[in-house]
């Protein structure tokens, strides 16, 4: 199951070799990127990816970690969730080489909410450590959390079947902020999250109770710095995410 509203994380395994494909090279700075007659936008230092003609045994550069009906790409995402078979979540998982601080960070990725409810959504992004991490995990009874170092903070907001979300998840020397379609929620401090998973990992979710269900992400970006939602990342061809 995915992490649990108690922000209490499982312990994924960990068995992947080297870097994935679509991850950049730790300590690889963003850069603004403008083609001709597009809109600028900026290269995601850790991780960029529009779900594009993702295929092979690494898909995008993730490893698939939950039976092959859970996860289906399309030509420009992936659906993760319910495979009408008895299993409920959808995982992929990365490793990641870089030095990832989660007190300064940004994620920002685009969904489609599940057709029907009940359902979650999650991204985790840890650190060298696994202690460290970085997190927002939306439900769709309207709770929230986001997970910043080893302390947790919740929130509301509101589920709609079949919408489409803009998620920007940034930390500011600690303090998180999180936006959804450029909205911001207002976070409440939980206490503590310090549960372990493994280190130096990205996982992307999706769960739900009901057959066939699935949520769909259109892409993903993770940058080592603190970026505000207004930032317009680039897919990994250079042009601009939306």
């Known amino acids: ?91 992929l998982a990365a490793p990641h080489a870089a030095t990832f601080d989660p007190l300064n960070a940004t994620l920002q990725f685009k ?21 460290g991490v970085f997190q927002v995990q939306l439900f769709s009874d309207g709770t929230l959390f986001v997970v910043v170092g080893a ?30 379609n450029n909205v911001e929620v207002s976070l409440t401090l939980f206490g503590p999250n310090a549960n372990f998973i493994s280190p130096n990992i990205i996982l992307v979710g999706g769960e739900s109770s009901v057959p066939n269900n699935k949520v769909t992400y259109d892409f993903l970006f993770v940058d080592t710095t603190s970026l505000p939602p207004t930032v317009n990342f680039c897919c990994p061809d250079g042009t601009p995410s939306r």
């Open 151 to 180: 302390l947790q903070y919740n929130g509301t907001w509101t589920p709609v079947a079949g919408a489409e979300i803009l998620v920007h998840y940034e930390t500011i020397a600690g303090v998180p902020h999180l936006f959804l």
């Open 111 to 131: 969904v489609i909410e599940f057709n029907q409810f009940p359902g979650n959504f999650v991204v985790i992004i840890t650190d060298s450590t696994g202690f």
């Open 1 to 91: 199951m995915l992490p649990g509203k108690c922000g209490c994380p499982g312990n994924p395994a960990t068995p992947f070799g080297g870097p994935a494909s679509g991850l950049w090279p730790s300590g690889s700075a963003g850069a603004e990127s403008a083609a001709a007659g597009l809109v600028s936008c900026r290269m995601a230092n850790l991780i960029a990816t529009c779900f594009t003609a993702c295929v092979g045994a690494t898909p995008c550069g993730f490893f698939p970690a939950t039976p092959p009906g859970t996860i289906q790409f399309t030509a420009n995402s992936v659906l993760l969730g319910n495979d009408g078979s008895g299993n409920s979540l959808g995982l």
